[in-house]
């Protein structure tokens, strides 16, 4: 008896694997296209896009289809959608969706990736196992669009502690806004960043001031870069994956010679797909700084990640610095919010 129990759970455990096996070799990409050839650019409307160029999990580009949806007054998302669901497609690629569009895609067990640039290199960079982890760990870390509360702790080798507290609204990829609520000496800064530029706007200046990414308008350990976090996949690809126990390792490399650090050395938990941490590094290997990432907390609404962030560093012997997120939740912004001109105005999002 119990020889046939286990004999029948065994067969139970390879026939799920199997099938597991299966749908990820017949993994089919559907990319949102401007035109029906490979080298073509990115639509940005998912829903509305002109063509729909499907692929399989070798890259080979098997279907076109033209979208019957693009001049649908309403509801083009969902129906986009259910007919790439109908056709198998388990991984749509596109510049922007619209959230109707993504609640249907969950439903249907279709992942997504929102990606500029060409159609070709979008394949390329999708069906890279790295990248995948990268572009996976970047949406269970945080919304696509979201506001969230935190404090910032820069504590000094004498235990000295100097605490912020933010409120901060992010969109996409490239557009994150902060506003200081506290201390009282900071109550009203506000900053930004737009993919690789930041500015901070002063109430007493009157006018945003450009500020860089290895600047820190905080001072600690964090730089700007940090405060002020994109995704990682919108500034750094995946060149190497190692796999250690219950761990990935990833080697992120820049895409730009402007970003903070040249290369990342991402220990990502298998199981969560979060971050664990991450050594920053110069272009030579030197490590600049240590980021680790605790506590991992559920926010609600499907948000399940680590609330405390802490960094130090060789450069700063004896200094800390501590990020707590608060709260985190999901919310959708116009993209004029995220304007210079908008930047005295940051506390009027608050709800």
């Known amino acids: 008896m119990k020889k046939t129990l286990f004999s029948t759970l065994v067969i139970l455990f390879a026939v799920q694997v199997l099938a597991y096996a299966a749908r990820k070799d017949a993994a089919k990409i559907a990319v949102a296209s401007n035109s029906k050839d490979a080298a073509s650019s990115i639509s940005s409307k998912a829903g509305k896009c002109s063509y729909y160029l ?11 289809i033209g979208n019957p949806y693009k001049d649908a007054q309403r509801r083009a998302g969902q129906q986009t959608a259910d007919l790439l669901a109908s056709k198998d497609v388990t991984i749509v690629i596109a510049g922007k969706f619209g959230e109707k569009m993504i609640e249907v895609m969950r439903s249907n067990s279709t992942d997504y990736f929102q990606l500029d640039g060409t159609v070709a290199d979008a394949v ?55 506003l200081f609520l506290s201390p009282a000496s900071e109550k009203g800064r506000s900053t930004l960043r737009l993919n ?36 990682y996949a919108a500034e750094y690809f995946v060149g190497q994956t190692e796999e250690l126990n219950d761990k990935y390792i990833l080697h992120l490399k820049a895409k730009t010679k402007n970003v903070a650090y040249d290369k990342l050395k991402m220990w990502v938990d298998k199981k969560k797909i979060l971050p ?15 980021i680790h990432f605790k506590q991992t907390k559920d926010f609600g609404d499907k948000i399940v990640r680590p609330s405390v962030i802490e960094t130090d560093s060789p450069l700063y012997k004896g200094y800390k610095s501590v990020m707590i997120f608060a709260n985190i939740k999901k919310r959708t912004f116009e993209d004029e919010l995220f304007t210079l001109t908008f930047m005295p105005n940051l506390e009027s999002l608050r709800q």
């Not at 450009?210 to 001072?219: A, D, H, K, Y």
């Not at 664990?276 to 240590?290: D, G, H, N, P, R």
Request: charged content about 25%; aromatic content about 6%; overall charge positive.
């Open 124 to 178: 390329k960079q999708v069906l890279s196992p790295g990248n995948q982890i990268l572009m996976k760990l970047d949406r269970n870390l945080n919304p696509e669009s979201y506001e969230s509360y935190r404090k910032l702790i820069n504590i000094e080798p004498n235990g000295r502690k100097r605490e912020y507290v933010l409120f901060t609204v992010k969109k996409g990829a490239d557009k994150v806004a902060a």
């Open 196 to 231: 690789e530029n930041m500015w901070l706007y002063i109430p007493n200046v009157g006018k945003p001031i450009r500020i860089t990414s290895l600047q820190s308008v905080v001072g600690g350990v964090f730089n700007n870069s940090d405060i002020l976090r994109l995704d």
């Open 54 to 64: 499907i692929f399989n999990s070798t890259g080979d580009l098997i279907e076109v």
């Open 276 to 290: 664990v941490k991450v050594e920053c590094l110069t272009e030579a290997s030197m490590l600049i700084k240590t």
